[in-house]
């Protein structure tokens, strides 16, 4: 409240404290007239925030902590919820499709973001110099980042299928490598899902790198080149220090993208939900199965504050660790 | 057209004076989206309302993928239907769950049902009460690709019959390019399909084993049976390659684009099927055992009344069902959606048994059995695992069903 009125009162004290009041010239000023234009511009400002505040209280942090007490319940939907305790939690410790899923999460995550940051940093770095067809080859990489997961994911699905009618057996045959069994394959399944989803975030991450490279003044540069610095050197020197708080967000926005994985998944594997034996299942997917497949809300709940946590934690470990070096 | 809605009427306990004494009342009935169901039970609601005047008909559908959702949930906010539509093997859930209410023995006596519908309506039976009634029902059979089996050299008039002359025919058709990647697969293996239903409820059998005791709450098939079938089953892959999993995504699917000379399925592949115009189908029963054993696996949507329902909505909720499972009603189901006849009497008559589609999957059902899931999607589950830790893992049947066997039983436990 202290910082908003502070900040919303600073203008407004200068130019229009010293008015009259132009509505009570003689009356006492009673209840909204008593009030300063400033306090008045509060008042304002707190009306417009209560309604998205009120709103997002009601159907977010609501429902969120309401999570908290589910995963202390048995709750099926049919049944009244009945507390438990942390019987919800003890059987997640020991159910080992759980630690399963948890490090395809973690896989995801650990192997998703690098890569794609990555692969996104070196395409925006040379599409940046190239001036042939410029916009063109940035809508091309930007439009899977405009196009449905699900419609994505049902073509990578086809792709990805043994001969006679995947494309990729296909294109690996006429080359005489032999056919990959890819998403039928528990060694291939998570990294062949990883690729679509990656592909899917390249194009927003590459605008955004781009965006963050042309912000580096020119002048930097310059200065670099006159001084005989070669590209390396600049790019460790300049572009990348300079370049860091677009990572940061990028870093942080595409972890919890990986975290979150689940239409790609869910749409790629839909005959055997996160298979072949769950090699491929994120977390996101098993909190649906239980929710909405065994209707198991209080295992779903507990699932869902395990992952809130992580999401929690990752988050603010990145940013604490990426600007701590700045 | 009047006399059947009269004998129906009558069976049900409920005259048909009953439909002009009551007031305008409406009831809600519940299902989920299907082009054809939807059509079919638009056409029920018409004829119902017609000798109903009085009594209107609310049709509510939602998409599949949420239709339980969306009935448990209207339930918790104490909205229910009156009449819904569900899956047999939601009934525990239901029952538990107070959605239902038992039908009444006065509008729907016992022994009435119990002579008239196919013996499968007794997975609707829960505490001696019945608690839904079927209009139709599903059950398996084995779908061929004529012009394959022509083409092999087979007769494409004269299907296999035996589990024996089923691999021989799929050992024909199965066609591979010079690396020895299949192009078209003699038979679909599906577990994520229907199976796993085969697989549970008629290789087993012919094996010579039970899948589960005879009130489905222990598992059985971890037996020298059991594992017998899930080898034979795996070694249709691994052993003879006449099939492979994941081969064209999906069983149906490859049947469909003419990539597999046989696939097993059920009643409601139908409707996807009669679209093909590229090669002839054709429908047989599912081949017997090595001692000719018979089996399959039906299943049905039934038709519930909603707990909430009392006065004049549940007398005109009864009447509605006691319509919608009525002679008439499965005729027009039949003709609409395809679905074979709940009651044996409409099912089984000459031109039905004598029809080159319906007649194998109606022979069917005379021998089929209809496992109670206590979480269907779950259960199928650890069937698909078992089959994919020896085809992908190299697991011993044995390792694979041990393993299978006992995650079943828990989760069947924990159910109870």
Redo the contacts between chains.
């Keep these: 409240m202290a910082r908003i009125s502070a900040r919303t009162s600073e203008p407004g004290v200068v130019t229009t404290a010293p008015l009259p009041s132009p509505t009570s010239p003689e009356a006492p000023p009673r209840g909204w007239h008593r009030l300063s234009m400033s306090q008045k511009q509060v008042v304002w400002a707190w009306g417009f925030l209560a309604l998205p505040i009120l709103f997002y209280a009601g159907i977010r942090f609501y429902p969120t902590l309401d999570a908290f007490w589910l995963s202390l319940t048995d709750w099926n939907l049919l049944r009244p919820a009945r507390f438990v305790g942390l019987e919800n939690y003890a059987r997640l410790v020991s159910d080992p499709q759980f630690w399963q899923v948890f490090n395809n999460t973690f896989a995801y995550l650990l192997i998703g973001t690098p890569t794609s940051i990555v692969i996104a940093f070196v395409i925006a770095y040379y599409l940046d110099r190239v001036r042939f067809m410029h916009g063109l080859i940035r809508a091309l990489y930007f439009l899977p980042f405009l196009t449905t997961a699900a419609a994505m994911a049902w073509v990578w699905r086809w792709f990805y299928q043994p001969p006679p009618i995947g494309a990729i057996n296909g294109f690996l045959a006429t080359f005489g490598i032999p056919a990959q069994p890819f998403l039928r394959s528990t060694e291939q399944a998570l990294p062949a899902i990883m690729v679509t989803a990656i592909w899917a975030g390249l194009g927003f991450q590459i605008i955004i790198f781009m965006a963050g490279l042309r912000a580096i003044p020119g002048t930097y540069y310059e200065a670099a080149r006159i001084d005989g610095l070669g590209e390396l050197a600049i790019l460790r020197k300049i572009t990348l220090p300079l370049l860091k708080p677009t990572t940061v967000f990028l870093v942080v926005l595409s972890s919890i993208g990986f975290l979150r994985i689940f239409d790609q998944v869910y749409n790629m594997t839909t005959n055997d939900p996160g298979g072949p034996l769950g090699s491929t299942k994120p977390l996101v997917l098993m909190i649906y199965q239980s929710a909405f497949s065994s209707y198991e809300m209080g295992y779903a709940a507990a699932q869902t504050v395990v992952l809130f946590s992580i999401l929690l934690v990752v988050s603010l470990l990145q940013l604490w660790i990426l600007r701590e070096r700045t | 057209m009047r006399t059947t809605l009269l004998k129906a009427g009558l069976l049900a306990g409920v005259g048909l004076f009953a439909a002009n004494a009551a007031q305008a009342v409406e009831i809600e009935y519940w299902q989920y989206v299907f082009d054809a169901r939807v059509k079919a039970m638009d056409q029920l609601i018409e004829n119902f309302e017609a000798a109903n005047p009085g009594v209107t008909v609310k049709h509510v559908t939602f998409p599949y993928a949420d239709y339980q ?1 969306r009935v ?2 209207a ?2 906010a104490g909205r229910g239907p009156d009449v819904v539509q569900l899956f047999y093997g939601w009934t525990d ?1 239901f029952v ?4 239902l209410q038992p039908l009444s023995q006065e509008a729907f006596p016992h022994a009435q049902i119990e002579e008239d519908f196919f013996p499968i309506v007794t997975a609707m039976k829960r505490e001696g009460e019945y608690w839904g009634l079927p209009t139709a029902v599903r059950s398996l059979a084995l779908f061929y690709n004529k012009d394959l089996f022509e083409e092999a050299g087979l007769d494409p008039e004269s299907p296999p019959t035996t589990l024996d002359e089923w691999v021989a025919a799929a050992e024909a058709t199965t066609k591979r ?1 010079g ?1 020895g ?3 078209s697969a003699g038979t679909t293996l ?1 577990m ?2 229907q199976d796993h239903h085969w697989w549970r409820e008629v290789l087993v059998r012919q094996f010579g084993g039970e899948p589960y005791t005879d009130d489905y709450r222990t598992v059985t098939y971890d037996s020298e049976a059991g594992r017998a079938a899930l080898e034979w089953y795996t070694d249709l892959q691994l052993e003879k390659g006449v099939g ?7 069983g149906q699917a490859a049947f469909r684009a003419g ?1 597999a000379a046989m696939t097993i399925d059920g009643t409601f592949r139908l409707g996807a099927f009669r679209s093909i115009e590229s090669f002839e189908w054709g429908v047989a029963e599912l081949p017997a055992g090595p001692d000719g054993t018979r089996s399959n696996y039906s299943s049905y949507f039934a038709n519930g009344i909603g707990a909430s329902a009392e006065g004049e909505e549940l007398e005109a909720a009864e009447k509605f069902l006691a319509y919608i499972t009525s002679e008439e009603a499965m005729e027009v189901w039949l003709e609409t959606v395809g679905e074979l006849p709940a009651r044996r009497e409409v099912a089984l008559t000459e031109a039905n048994l004598a029809d080159p589609i319906y007649g194998p999957f109606l022979r069917g059902l005379e021998y089929a059995h209809t496992t109670l899931f206590v ?1 269907e ?2 259960q199928r ?1 650890l069937i ?2 078992a089959t ?2 020896i085809l ?2 190299g697991q011993s049947p044995e390792a694979a069903l041990e393993q299978a066997a006992r995650d079943e039983q828990a989760l069947i436990d924990a159910r109870n």
Excluded: P, S, W, Y
């Design positions: 959702t448990v949930a339930h918790a859930n538990d769950g107070g959605i390019d690396a990647n299949m192009i599906d994520a399909g492979a999993a994941g081969f064209m995504d999906e990539l979480d999607a779950a589950q698909i695992d994919n830790r992908l893992q």
